[in-house]
Nanobody, 122 residues
């Protein structure tokens, strides 16, 4: 059974940092393309970042503030979030696909985690 489990969410003040983790099981992790999405209350789910063996992509809204990385030995992908803003408040989801293309749409990914809440306060 393929499974993704996010952790690391919480409450942080604006300007602060958080690191999210997503542990994968039941997959050949090193060959996966992995992504982070987020969904704020009343809004559509939106792309945040993606990472594959060949590179990374970021949404314009997080470029320069967020960093996606992976540790294939630990079957884990991370999202380091710095200089957090109020508008970063959302549920953050990890997603995975065996396809090579680093897509930015939800339909590009086959497996999803349950999400972790990130709340940025003023």
């Amino acid at each position: 059974q393929v499974q993704l489990v996010e952790s690391g969410g919480g409450l942080v003040q604006a300007g602060g940092s958080l690191r999210l983790s997503c542990a994968a099981s039941g997959l050949t992790f090193s060959s996966l393309t992995l992504a982070w999405f987020r969904q704020a209350p009343g809004k559509e789910r939106e792309f945040v970042a993606t990472i594959s063996w060949s590179g990374k992509n970021y949404a314009d809204s997080v470029k320069g503030r967020f960093t996606v990385s992976r540790d294939n030995a630990k079957n884990t992908v991370y999202l380091q979030m710095d200089s957090l803003k109020l508008e970063d408040t959302a549920v953050y989801y990890c997603a995975a696909t065996p396809r090579v293309r680093r897509g930015s749409a939800s339909y590009d990914y086959d497996v999803w985690g349950q999400g972790t809440q990130v709340t940025v306060s003023s």
